[in-house]
């Protein structure tokens, strides 16, 4: 007689597995762990939007993983997510992940002038890294197609910036303008 053996998903405190390693490896694991599941990945978001401090930078990453995966999983979280890209007391591992992720899905077309607003304030700010700054010229490029009338702006923004920027960022900008 064979016995069919189911797999379980083992379960994970998604809170302890955060703060128990900041590495690739922990990422890919909680990653894993979420998959495609919703609920799952609404307890990360949670932790992601309410979690204390560090929790907050550590879950960041598996975010932006989990959405490079699973798309579809972001899109109740949008709003909210623009919203604490707001925030001025915002991690720059939270906006990176944010900003990076947001440059690869579909944004509804209600949040479209709030997300540009938030990228050109970024890429204006001389407080802001070069890694968010370069995820928020990417957001900006891919409004261009539907939006000409910011090709303007950011030409204008991105010709102030450059002097004043690293070679990152005018590598990145040198690309939105050929474009």
């Known amino acids: 007689m064979i016995v069919a053996v189911s ?22 694991k909680i990653v894993g762990y979420i998959g495609s599941d919703k609920k799952l990945f609404a307890g990360l978001m949670n932790l992601f ?18 959405v490079k995966n699973h798309p ?11 919203d604490n890209l707001s925030k001025k007391d915002l991690h720059d591992a939270v906006k990176r992940n944010t900003v990076r992720l947001l440059q690869t899905v579909k944004i509804p077309k209600k949040y479209h002038g709030q997300l540009m607003n938030i990228c050109f304030d970024f890429i204006q700010s001389n407080e ?26 950011l030409k204008l923004v991105i010709q102030e910036r450059s002097n004043y920027e690293t070679a990152a960022f005018q590598a990145r900008a040198r690309k939105i303008l050929k474009l």
Request: charged share 25%.
């Open 7 to 28: 797999k379980i998903k083992e379960t994970m405190d998604l809170k302890e597995s955060l703060l128990e390693e900041h590495s690739k490896k922990q990422c890919d």
């Open 72 to 82: 579809e999983l972001i899109v109740p979280y949008i709003k909210q997510m623009l």
């Open 49 to 66: 939007f309410e979690g204390e401090y560090r929790i907050t930078q550590r879950a960041a990453w598996p975010v932006s993983n989990c």
């Open 128 to 153: 802001t890294a070069v890694a968010i700054k370069a995820f928020s010229l990417t957001i900006l490029q891919n409004f261009t197609a539907q939006y000409p009338e910011i090709i303007p702006e």
